[in-house]
């Protein structure tokens, strides 16, 4: 008997050999909405085969596998792509990080407890794993996008060569601290916990569904690498439709990150709100807030690294509206994160920030 072959299979490797026939070339309408397509494809395959290697290794190493490998990917895109953009790609670091934290803190973690407080009421998680991730977080985009912008040993909103080490070197050591916390010394403070009337469920899955073989975890690794190669290949592909579109609707072109970054940090957000059906805010929690930590906590080390030979200026310093919503963002996170249980109010609040965060990239 032939074994049928998941979809979730085949379609991370086509979207790879898709991405390969058209890099570098011109897209027409019919192309670029067939490379939409198969992005929005690549993407579920790719939250599917994180949830077979969660289902493995368990929690958090499951939700940790997939915020670090796309990170990965998009430092190394980002690289690229500074080298390639001359000084127009001064800001592009800091947007895309920035853009990234709005939209995992406000944007993935709003909608998980949004989707988990329609569900069960009040949603229930750890606040003192949640905490430690937020207080990290917060001290990673501090240090990196909040400080440029006060410093004054060089011009403008940049950090002089000896800061920018230092915050590269510091910006490292946290979010490999915050990972030691997370899979050894503190991993309980990570694990999903059940929501009101949902134990037996909770004890249901753990006795009635056995983890996936070796092999398959092993497969399922690799088509995830393939399929987030796919996602933030084929995104870089979309981009100069998306910019012909922005300049149409005359939105600034730094609008044009936000479209990325959401792209990119689509296996996030779905993987984020299927846990949240579930029930495992926690792990929900976990996406969003280890995402942001690892695009900052990659990203400042590789630029400062590129930089030693990239031309371009690295402009890392947020802008006064970018400065107040992320101080809001971070309040407003800690009222929510603290009492380890939150309501529908506090995710839909979550997400008119970052609607306000998306106008006002709009609408400067």
């Known amino acids: 008997m032939v074994k049928r072959v998941s979809w979730t299979a085949v379609v991370p490797v086509l979207a790879v050999v898709l991405l390969a026939a058209t890099w570098g070339e011109h897209l027409g309408p019919v192309l670029?909405?067939?490379?939409?397509?198969v992005l929005i494809g690549a993407a579920l395959g790719a939250v599917h085969h994180a949830e077979v290697v969660a289902h493995r290794v368990g929690e958090p190493f499951g939700s940790l596998v997939l915020a670090a490998a796309v990170t990965v990917i998009e430092v190394a895109l980002i690289v690229e792509l500074m080298a390639s953009g001359g000084n127009e790609a001064a800001t592009l670091a800091r947007d895309t990080a920035f853009a990234a934290l709005m939209i995992t803190t406000n944007g993935i973690a709003g909608l998980s407890l949004s989707w988990g407080s329609r569900r069960y009421g009040v949603t229930l998680f750890n606040a003192e794993g949640s905490g430690a991730a937020l207080a990290t977080l917060t001290t990673l985009a501090t240090l990196s996008l909040a400080l440029p912008a006060f410093t004054t040993s060089h011009?403008?909103?940049?950090?002089?060569?000896?800061?920018?080490a230092f915050a590269a070197v510091a910006s490292l050591l946290l979010y490999l601290l915050f990972v030691f916390t997370q899979t050894v010394r503190h991993r309980d403070f990570f694990l999903p916990i059940a929501q009101k009337g949902q134990k037996r469920l909770f004890a249901e899955d753990e006795s009635h569904a056995d983890p996936p073989s070796t092999r398959s975890a092993l497969v399922s690794l690799a088509l995830l690498f393939v399929a987030l190669v796919a996602v933030v290949g084929l995104a870089e592909?979309?981009?100069?439709?998306?910019?012909?579109l922005v300049t149409a609707a005359g939105f600034p072109q730094t609008f044009v990150g936000v479209v990325i970054a959401t792209l990119v940090?689509?296996?996030e957000t779905l993987a984020a709100v299927r846990a949240a059906r579930r029930g495992r805010i926690q792990t929900s929690l976990n996406l969003a807030y280890g995402s942001a930590m690892a695009s900052i906590g990659l990203t400042i080390p590789a630029i400062a690294l590129a930089s030693t030979w990239l031309k371009v200026p690295l402009v890392l310093g947020l802008e006064p509206t970018q400065l107040v919503l992320f101080a809001l963002t971070v309040v407003i996170s800690m009222l929510t994160v603290v009492p380890g249980r939150a309501t529908r109010l506090q995710g839909e609040v979550h997400l008119v920030l970052l609607a306000a965060y998306v106008f006002l990239a709009i609408v400067p």
């Open 237 to 244: 592909q979309e981009s100069p439709a998306v910019e012909r």
């Open 265 to 267: 940090l689509l296996p």
């Open 155 to 164: 011009r403008g909103k940049e950090f002089s060569p000896g800061q920018l």
């Open 32 to 37: 670029v909405t067939v490379e939409a397509a």
